[in-house]
């Protein structure tokens, strides 16, 4: 074999006149890459460390955890569902003259929004606490240098991304718009603890960051303890359950939800738990409950949410593919931040 001085086989051919270089010459790639190709980032954004995002507006983190589910496992699974579903979204990039949502009758472009791709946080499926360190760690660099999306993961890992999130903004108080089935306030359980993802919101207001007053609750139904109204009276929780959105409207609701979650705090932070959506819609979670809200009325929450400035930042949480064989939760739950992202960055 002929060799090179230092041995190495002679290939005949530079990097920039290899024979894939040469056919990409001649045949240009196309500005939207394929959905079935290439890397598996959020909307095909391009991959960053969390400490490199000078350029980006908003940065995705993914949290492949669910040590802390109460129910059926699974959600460790979500972010590489959900991305992989929001490739389906990826050419909307590729319109400079930007595009009409058909749904909404709006004009949107998002050729000029950068979003970048953190990757998986560090968890540590045996350690818990480790695992919280890591997200708050994670979630905080990105906020002192753009829009934090996080991709879940059970609900217990709101409570260390909000925590980050504060810490990232400087933030004195944030709010809390929680989209969910459950209301998450459990403060100890005889079974799971007081670490688990039933106590993700009972830990966000006892923090130094938050309180029940800031904490908004929507599409909450199922069961709760006898005396939780007088709880949520006692506290200041803002509760709307699916009986006030069936009443009020899904809309009127969210925007009562911001209001309250915003009202002398310096930012809001929105956590959609997609089990508040109905399971007969999204069925792959881990504690499905019938009754919740249809896709459309999910869809109209992102872009309430979306376009209200108090919000800093999103996650999508619970995510359990393995119980969608269709793939549709993920589908439904990359839709519902590609929606909150247009409203947030993109609209026009």
């Avoid at 939780?228 to 006030?244: C, I, K, P, S, Y």
């Avoid at 119980?323 to 929606?339: F, H, I, K, N, Q």
Wanted: charge should be negative; proline fraction near 5%; aromatic fraction near 8%.
């Amino acid at each position: 074999m002929v060799g090179s001085d230092d041995g190495a086989p002679d290939t005949g051919s530079t990097a920039e006149d290899s024979p894939a270089a040469r056919f990409r010459e001649r045949v240009p790639e196309s500005s939207v890459e394929l959905a079935y190709a290439g890397l598996n980032t959020f909307l095909k954004g391009d991959p960053r460390d969390v400490a490199d995002l000078s350029e980006s507006d908003v940065g995705v983190l993914g949290a492949p955890y669910d040590g802390a589910v109460s129910n059926r496992p699974g959600a460790r699974y979500g972010p590489e569902a959900i991305r992989r579903a929001s490739a389906w979204w990826a050419y909307l990039s590729g319109y400079k003259g930007g595009l009409t949502n058909m749904g909404t009758g709006e004009q949107v472009d998002f050729s000029n929004l950068s979003i970048a791709d953190c990757g998986d946080i560090p968890v540590f499926p045996m350690d818990r606490e480790t695992t919280a360190e890591s997200i708050t760690a994670h979630v905080a660099t990105v906020a002192q240098r753009a829009f934090p999306v996080m991709l879940g993961g059970d609900h217990y890992c709101t409570y260390p991304a909000v925590r980050g999130f504060a810490e990232g903004i400087d933030a004195g108080s944030v709010g809390l718009v929680q989209i969910d089935a459950h209301t998450d306030t459990v403060a100890e359980s005889a079974v799971f603890g007081e670490h688990f993802h039933g106590s993700s919101t009972h830990h966000i207001a006892d923090s130094e960051y938050a309180e029940y007053e800031n904490v908004s609750q929507v599409a909450i139904r199922g069961y709760e303890s006898p005396d939780f109204f007088d709880f949520a009276d006692e506290v200041g929780l803002n509760l709307f359950t699916m009986n006030a959105v069936r009443e009020e409207g899904i809309e009127r609701v969210v925007e009562r939800a911001v209001e309250a979650a915003a009202e002398g705090t310096d930012a809001v932070y929105v956590t959609f738990d997609i089990d508040a959506v109905d399971p007969s819609v999204a069925p792959g979670t881990g504690t499905p409950v019938p009754g919740g809200l249809s896709a459309e009325e999910a869809l109209s929450v992102m872009d309430v949410l979306g376009a209200s400035e108090a919000v800093g930042a999103v996650d999508l949480m619970e995510v359990a593919p393995t119980y969608d064989p269709s793939e549709g939760t993920g589908r439904l739950g990359a839709y519902l931040l590609v929606r909150f992202l247009e409203q947030k960055f993109a609209a026009q």
